[in-house]
């Protein structure tokens, strides 16, 4: 894509002070989301997925979070300079929020029409009674039957999929131009998950809206993605479009991933577990669970994102020639003695 991205994330770096350290829960993150466009951040829990989408509007709670270092830039406007008050503006009238619990996004004491009308008119010069009207327009977009009665009813007397569809209505209010989905499916069951996913394709086409889906479930990905950000341990693994990560991934992590999917032969979980926030190791955050490493990967910092035919981008030393591939296996041990012989 040669056009200007809406959201460009640069070398974004979001830690925490804690009594045990510093986590490092963002180190490092970098890639682009263009106009139109689902990109979908996927990885196990704790890899950095949600901070990372927090910290473009600044939702981390700080102290004791801080962004240390890097730009979002957002429509050309870098968010990390802007004052409170201009972040303020910019989180619902350009940017909309959905969170993975609704029953947590929504006050059980006020009715949901209240609770949209309050989004609405936070951002926007209307009447109480105009905001009533659109409030009952965004409850009829995102599929809740008889909204004009619905509208004046709680939280409590909708099911979990409706009270999600809730959440989305809000997070429309101000017609952003920006949807960031924090794994918006997961409390739901497979029949509800399929009809949110739905929503969110209508969405973006009729709206032509750009969405950032965060998911743990690559089979969420396959469905809604245009492109995909891998993350692991808060850097970034690989990146690519939704075809080029299904049909030809090039980091072990993410081939890890796939294989963990279910119906794949030999289905076998990544063994291990993510390394230590507040004390990463050298080198590839994943080598130690990766049957490829060789000693080069143990050591230095994390390799930078070399560019692939294509889409297509990975963070692994066996692709520094821009070209290459990973090893078979069975060659690894002898390419880890060759590189040892060679110094």
Do not use: W
């Amino acid at each position: 894509m040669t056009e200007q991205p809406l959201l460009s994330i640069r070398d974004l770096k979001t830690h925490f002070h804690t009594d045990d350290g510093v986590v490092k829960a963002v180190d490092g993150v970098s890639f682009d989301v263009h106009r139109g466009e689902t990109v979908c951040i996927v990885g196990e829990s704790g890899s950095g997925k949600s901070v990372t989408s927090e910290s473009i509007t600044q939702l981390i709670p700080m102290p004791p979070g801080e962004i240390v270092e890097g730009s979002v830039y957002y429509d050309g406007n870098d968010i990390t300079t802007m004052t409170e008050d201009g972040v303020r503006s910019l989180r619902g009238s350009q940017i909309g929020h959905v969170f993975q619990n609704p029953q947590g996004a929504l006050n059980p004491v006020y009715t949901v029409g209240y609770q949209i009308r309050e989004a609405i008119l936070s951002h926007r010069d209307v009447s109480k009674a105009e905001a009533r009207e659109l409030a009952v327009e965004l409850l009829e977009e995102v599929g809740i039957p008889e909204a004009p009665t619905r509208v004046d009813d709680y939280p409590h007397e909708f099911s979990g999929g409706m009270k999600q569809r809730v959440v989305i209505a809000i997070a429309l209010a101000c017609d952003p131009e920006m949807l960031i989905a924090d794994e918006p499916t997961t409390a739901l069951d497979v029949t509800i998950e399929a009809q949110i996913l739905d929503l969110f394709r209508h969405l973006q086409q009729e709206l032509d809206m750009s969405i950032i889906f965060i998911t743990h479930d690559l089979g969420v990905v396959a469905e809604i993605a245009d492109r995909v950000v891998v993350m692991y341990a808060g850097k970034v693994m690989e990146t690519g479009s939704v075809e080029k990560i299904f049909e030809n991934p090039a980091h072990p992590y993410t081939k890890a991933l796939l294989e963990c999917l279910p119906g794949q032969a030999g289905l076998e979980p990544i063994p291990g577990a993510l390394p230590s926030v507040t004390d990463p190791p050298n080198g590839c955050r994943f080598h130690d669970r990766c049957p490829y490493a060789i000693d080069m990967c143990r050591t230095g910092e994390q390799p930078p994102l070399h560019d692939l035919p294509g889409d297509h981008a990975v963070s692994c030393i066996h692709y520094e020639d821009g070209d290459g591939d990973l090893p078979e296996l069975e060659d690894v041990d002898r390419m880890d003695a060759a590189i040892g012989g060679a110094r």
